[in-house]
């Protein structure tokens, strides 16, 4: 009996296994995943998360700080003081040693300071907010980034299951072919070049195919990497490349404003700038003077033993406050070096700016035009695939009627097959140009 319920735990145990390690998904289904499991995606919000908290702490260093303090002294050897001797009745020019205070002594205390004034305190603050404004764009373009690499991923994987499938039609339709013509060749009615036109074709099939089964293993290992999956996870794809290339036209896309304001890559080259306004404001700063205040109390506790946990125990208590002010006056021209380092750095950072908007409209023009490429390039291969399964088709009844050679039927099948993957290929580059426009334009929404 216990051998029977062991049996049962094994199996359950590996049925569950498998099913953790078994996903399907369409196409949103594995962006959606992928933008909380991708390991660049999941580090850019811990980047945003980390700039939380630094902002917080720029924060923090201008608010009240209090800190408190125990001190305990114990003298091994008690310091020696001398008192000129007539002091105790003795004579003058000589000394009488003495010691001042108790052995043991201990201080309890705490102090409050607060920053009341400092430029380059206020400059932090707005440094701080700047600083997440960063992060938080640099994880809008990883998950756009991230989005497009899965797109790609999928597009690869549903551009290799579909070249294997339709390789192995070819195959399976030019066995058939072979197996007739080698039939009529031995019966006397047709020609040996005929047989060896479709056995070299057929070979350069197998090795297509075999070929073929290698890539769509990588690409579904690649898809699982971009995913956040482990390598080898067993993964299917719920959509279809001719349905998602017929999702993924839009003509309105190419009609879009070429405004680069709203492009991620612009807004990041504008925090640049505004970071280096910052570093120019905060080398002005330090000719500002900085003022700061404090208070601070405590008790002193004084014994020839340790008795300071005694509640007879005598605490003498104390406290002050004050305010201190650091003024700068001279620094041999180098605060006025600084900021003529930071005004370069701003001067710099313009012509950036101006460099990427610059590239930025010149981008957008090449993606819609790329984009708008591939839908017709689209067009045009699935026409010619049309032509190509009609030519192939006429050249295959000719032949075995005899009026076509095999040359003819040889050379009407390559350029099926080319027509086939061209086909392919087009529908995969709708699908990568949109993604790659829409990336360049930041009109996606998460």
């Known amino acids: 009996m216990k051998h029977i319920i062991y049996l049962i735990g094994f199996l359950f145990t590996s049925l569950t296994f498998g099913q953790e390690n078994s996903y399907s998904f369409t196409l949103q289904e594995a962006i959606d995943f992928a933008l909380e499991n991708n390991r660049n ?16 702490e720029t924060t923090a260093t201008g608010l009240p700080q209090i800190n408190g303090n125990i001190d305990y002294q114990n003298w091994i050897k008690q310091q020696i003081s001398l008192l000129p001797g007539e002091i105790a009745g003795g004579e003058p020019g000589t000394f009488v040693p003495v010691t001042f205070g108790t052995q043991q002594s201990m201080v309890a205390g705490a102090t409050l300071t607060q920053l009341l004034f400092d430029g380059s305190y206020l400059v932090g603050l707005q440094a ?34 579909e070249s294997l499938t339709i390789v192995e039609n070819n195959i399976a339709v030019l066995e058939k072919n072979l197996n007739e013509t080698t039939k009529i060749y031995e019966n006397g009615l047709g020609e040996e070049e005929s047989v060896e036109q479709l056995q070299i074709t057929l070979s350069s099939l197998k090795s297509y195919l075999n070929n073929n089964i290698r890539l769509r293993d990588l690409a579904y290992k690649m898809f699982n990497i971009t995913l956040g999956l482990d390598v080898n996870s067993n993964t299917t794809l719920s959509d279809d490349l001719e349905t998602l290339t017929l999702q993924n036209i839009s003509l309105d896309l190419l009609n879009t404003d070429d405004s680069v304001e709203n492009a991620i890559d612009y807004r990041i080259a504008s925090n640049y700038m505004e970071t280096q306004e910052l570093l120019l404001k905060l080398e002005k700063s330090a000719y500002l003077p900085r003022l700061n205040g404090f208070v601070s109390a ?19 208590g104390q406290a002050q406050f004050g305010v201190s002010m650091n003024i700068p006056i001279f620094s041999s021209g180098l605060r006025r070096a600084s900021v003529q380092r930071a005004k370069i750095e701003v001067a710099k950072a313009e012509e950036e700016l101006t460099e990427v908007e610059q590239q930025l409209q010149f981008q957008i023009a090449s993606a819609k035009s790329d984009y708008q490429f591939a839908i017709e390039e689209y067009d045009n291969k699935k026409e010619n695939l ?18 076509a050679s095999s040359f003819d039927l040889r050379q009407a099948q390559t350029q099926l097959y080319t027509a086939q993957q061209e086909y392919l290929q087009a529908m995969f580059n709708v699908i990568a140009k949109k993604a790659e426009l829409e990336t360049i334009l930041n009109t996606v929404k998460f």
């Not at 995606?41 to 917080?56: Q, S, T």
């Open 386 to 403: 049309d032509l190509a399964e009609r030519i192939e088709s006429k050249n295959e009844t000719k032949f075995f009627e005899g009026i």
């Open 41 to 56: 995606a999941k580090n850019a919000i811990r980047d945003v998360e980390i700039a939380e908290k630094e902002k917080w």
């Open 128 to 161: 701080a907010k700047v600083y997440l404004l960063i992060s938080e764009n640099s994880k809008v373009k990883t998950d756009l980034e991230v989005r497009k690499a899965v797109i790609n991923a999928y597009g690869n994987v549903l551009l290799a299951d």
């Open 298 to 316: 405590g008790y002193n506790g004084f014994s020839e033993e340790f008795t300071f946990a005694n509640n007879n125990q005598n605490w003498f």
